[in-house]
């Protein structure tokens, strides 16, 4: 079993920026991906981004990256999600999730085991 808490929501203004941290513990030697989604109000869960905990490499949802940027601290089993410029439609509960799939696809929610608790951002106009 792997878990994972998130830290780091809160209320910004618009064009504000936040910083989301997910600690991974248990078996972490079993991930081989971590990712962030996000679920607005009324809507479903959809991916943001993940990375391969094995070589770093980084698949963003379109239209995020540049604003949005995920980073790691392997020593830490941490993850983070630098938010900056944020925008209203930004404002959702903010899960990070981690599979133990070697491959597959990123994106799907199904390709992920283990889902944090969810950390509220919520982006003021």
């Known amino acids: 079993q792997v878990q994972l808490v998130e830290s780091g929501g809160g209320l910004v203004q618009a064009g504000g920026s936040l910083r989301l941290s997910c600690a991974a513990s248990g078996r972490t030697f079993t991930m081989y991906a971590m990712a962030w989604f996000r679920q607005a109000p009324g809507k479903e869960r959809e991916f943001v981004v993940a990375m391969s905990w094995r070589d770093g490499t980084t698949y963003y949802r379109n239209g995020v990256r540049g604003r949005l940027t995920i980073a790691r601290d392997n020593a830490k089993n941490t993850v983070f999600l630098q938010m900056n410029s944020l925008k209203p439609e930004d404002t959702a509960v903010y899960y990070c999730?981690?599979?133990?799939?070697?491959?597959?696809?990123?994106?799907?929610?199904?390709?992920?085991?283990?889902w944090g608790q969810g950390t509220q951002v919520t982006v003021s106009s």
């Open positions: 999730a981690a599979s133990s799939y070697s491959s597959g696809t990123y994106s799907r929610r199904d390709h992920y085991h283990y």
